[in-house]
């Protein structure tokens, strides 16, 4: 699938989501290529956003992350469905458009997240947010 389909899709998918935090935050596309011959890794999301080398980036699985993060919510534009439906509907579509879905999070003040997966031409894609947790909120 071209970039411009994916990033199509997976902005119908999360119009109108909000991560839950002590910010709601937008999820915005996210899509990075691999040079040829390159692996990915981890460590590679850093690279992605410019952030200092040797940042530390955790990995979860899909449904571990949103757990910890108390799932998402919807805006006013609330189509009438649940949240969990909303979610489901989301990691349906994740997991349809992308392989080796996982969450990975370069912690900060503020924590940049990237939804990301293989996509069937090799290159990543994604989801791109924040999450924010007051000091006496985090474990």
Same mark, same amino acid.
């Given at each position: 699938?071209?970039?411009?389909?994916?990033?199509?899709?997976?902005?119908?998918?999360? @119009? #109108?989501?909000? /991560?839950?935090?002590? *910010?709601?935050? =937008?999820?915005?596309?996210?899509?990075?290529?691999?040079?040829?011959?390159?692996?990915?890794? =981890?460590?590679?999301?850093?690279?992605?956003?410019? +952030? %200092?080398?040797?940042?530390?980036?955790?990995?979860? +699985?899909?449904? +571990?992350?949103? &757990?910890?993060? !108390? !799932? *998402?919510?919807?805006?006013?534009?609330?189509?009438?469905?649940?949240?969990e439906?909303? $979610?489901?509907? /989301?990691?349906?579509? /994740?997991?349809?458009l992308?392989?080796?879905?996982?969450? $990975?999070? *370069? &912690?900060?003040?503020?924590?940049?997240?990237? *939804?990301? #997966?293989?996509?069937?031409?090799?290159?990543? %894609?994604?989801?791109?947010?924040?999450?924010? &947790?007051? +000091?006496?909120?985090? @474990?």
């Open positions: 699938m071209e970039k411009d389909q994916l990033e199509k899709e997976l902005n119908q998918a999360v @119009d #109108g989501l909000l /991560l839950k935090s002590d *910010i709601e935050a =937008p999820f915005e596309f996210f899509y990075r290529e691999l040079e040829q011959g390159e692996a990915f890794s =981890p460590k590679k999301v850093t690279e992605w956003t410019g +952030e %200092a080398t040797g940042m530390e980036v955790k990995t979860r +699985e899909l449904d +571990e992350f949103f &757990h910890e993060m !108390g !799932g *998402i919510s919807a805006d006013i534009r609330n189509k009438g469905e649940s949240n439906k909303r $979610y489901q509907m /989301l990691k349906s579509k /994740l997991n349809d992308l392989e080796d879905v996982k969450v $990975y999070m *370069i &912690h900060e003040i503020g924590s940049q997240v990237f *939804i990301l #997966g293989k996509a069937e031409n090799g290159d990543y %894609a994604g989801l791109r947010t924040m999450v924010v &947790h007051d +000091e006496s909120s985090v @474990d």
